[in-house]
């Protein structure tokens, strides 16, 4: 019997010493005081507008996980129109995503649905200064921060450098004018092609504030009926339905701006006028040799606009702490620099600028000159709480004005009457 519970004893002891030892080696690795942190599950909600872009978003989640192990982050994403309606729609159903995107035009309108940042980056002091100011302070509201900027830019003229060189015309380049700018465009119009691909509000936008025209008035509100606004109107529809150098478009669902980025890489227009985002489609859908150049001299001179996007958290969302680490990652230096290479994003952080042009533009003629010479003059794009309201009405009214079926001033009263109600 005492043998047997010797046995026993000494089995009990060689166990615990077993399980002793085990315990240690866990300590020593630190497994031991790291209790499991329970997975966190994220959504996100990001406009997307081709199948590049969504690599590009998906990588960024991605990002986030390989940060922070214990986060996911769900990509979830529709077209850039579709997203302004589904997101109000989203938030009347509480069913808001913990984050959520935000374009800086559409600030005013949109930033009541997300969580105010300003304490977060103040207990977590982040580096303000290492972004653009202009874009971050773009996705500002009454004073608080509602989103961490990813890119910026001003809009910016897109070519077919093989269309010019064949045609032996000079390249559009920093200070080049109107006159060479529509001589190229009608030498450029021939052989069911035409020379630019226009589109709405955007690139009018530009087009107005180079001829001196405003779209706001002295105190910030909308006004599309002012006579130099109806002027520079007038003139840009004369370009589809008089000069006859750009096509018609439809009033449809997809974005006029789409449009005109299909006809020049599908080489059926030679110009359009965007923002560097897209320059990740135009590279990877274009057969030719692309080009960049700011907006040519007008009467007030190379006006761009500048805008850009950011990403915040949702007032709605039950995983803040989560989402508030994600967007630092979705907005850091690895996203910024992965976006810059891939022609996603102009990065909003000046440190990875360079990245987009040594990368993403290192083949495109005439990008930093291009983007330098825009930025110096360009306007931060400042608009209205109804702004998506007013750019969806362009979309539907402009192409009354530049078919010839409709006075361009009637139109433009149109939509500031809509806009209006």
Same mark, same amino acid.
């Given at each position: 019997m005492k043998t047997e519970d010797t046995a026993k004893t000494h089995g009990v002891s060689r166990r615990k010493a077993l399980a002793l030892g085990a315990t240690a080696a866990l300590a020593a690795t630190g497994m031991l005081s790291r209790p499991a942190r329970a997975a966190t599950n994220l959504t996100w909600f990001m406009w997307s507008g081709s199948e590049p872009e969504v690599t590009a978003w998906k990588r960024i989640a991605a990002l986030v996980n390989e940060k922070h192990p214990d986060i996911t982050v769900e990509f979830q994403t529709t077209s850039f129109p579709d997203y302004w309606t589904k997101l109000p729609a989203l938030a009347a159903s509480g069913k808001l995503p913990d984050i959520v995107s935000l374009q800086s035009l559409r600030a005013p309108g949109f930033a009541e649905l997300m969580d105010p940042l300003d304490a977060r980056i103040a207990a977590d002091k982040l580096d303000v200064g290492a972004f653009e100011p202009s874009i971050f302070k773009a996705l500002q509201r009454g004073g608080k921060q509602f989103a961490l900027p990813y890119d910026f830019g001003p809009l910016i003229l897109?070519?077919?450098?093989?269309?010019?060189?064949?045609?032996?015309?000079?390249?559009?380049?920093?200070?080049?004018?109107?006159?060479?700018?529509?001589?190229?465009?009608?030498?450029?119009?021939?052989?069911?092609?035409?020379?630019?691909?226009?589109?709405?509000?955007?690139?009018?936008?530009?087009?107005?504030?180079?001829?001196?025209?405003?779209?706001?008035?002295?105190?910030?509100?909308?006004?599309?009926?002012?006579?130099?606004?109806?002027?520079?109107?007038?003139?840009?529809?004369?370009?589809?339905?008089?000069?006859?150098?750009?096509?018609?478009?439809?009033?449809?669902?997809?974005?006029?701006?789409?449009?005109?980025? =299909?006809?020049?890489?599908? =080489?059926s227009a030679a110009m359009y006028v965007d923002g560097p985002w897209q320059l990740i489609n135009v590279k990877r859908k274009s057969s030719f040799k692309v080009g960049v150049a700011p907006v040519p001299v007008r009467e007030a001179g190379s006006i761009s606009v500048s805008a850009g996007s950011g990403f915040g958290i949702s007032r709605t969302s039950q995983n803040k702490d989560a989402a508030w680490k994600a967007v630092q990652v979705m907005t850091g230096p690895d996203a910024a620099k992965y976006l810059a290479e891939a022609g996603r994003a102009f990065s909003a952080r000046k440190e990875f600028q360079k990245f987009w042009y040594d990368t993403a533009a290192q083949d495109v003629v005439g990008a930093r000159e291009g983007i330098d010479a825009a930025i110096k003059t360009a306007e931060p794009y400042v608009t209205t709480p109804n702004w998506s309201t007013v750019a969806s009405l362009f979309e539907q009214y402009a192409p009354l004005a530049f078919a010839g079926s409709e006075k361009p001033e009637k139109v433009l009263e149109t939509i500031q009457q809509l806009a209006n109600q």
């Open positions: 897109f070519y077919n450098h093989d269309l010019f060189t064949q045609a032996g015309l000079p390249l559009p380049k920093p200070g080049w004018t109107e006159a060479e700018f529509m001589a190229a465009a009608r030498a450029l119009t021939k052989d069911g092609r035409h020379g630019l691909a226009i589109s709405v509000p955007d690139a009018f936008v530009v087009y107005a504030r180079s001829k001196g025209a405003p779209y706001l008035n002295a105190k910030g509100e909308l006004d599309l009926v002012n006579p130099a606004l109806k002027a520079a109107f007038a003139s840009y529809a004369r370009l589809v339905a008089d000069d006859k150098v750009a096509p018609l478009f439809p009033a449809s669902g997809t974005l006029s701006s789409n449009l005109a980025n =299909g006809r020049l890489t599908a =080489g």
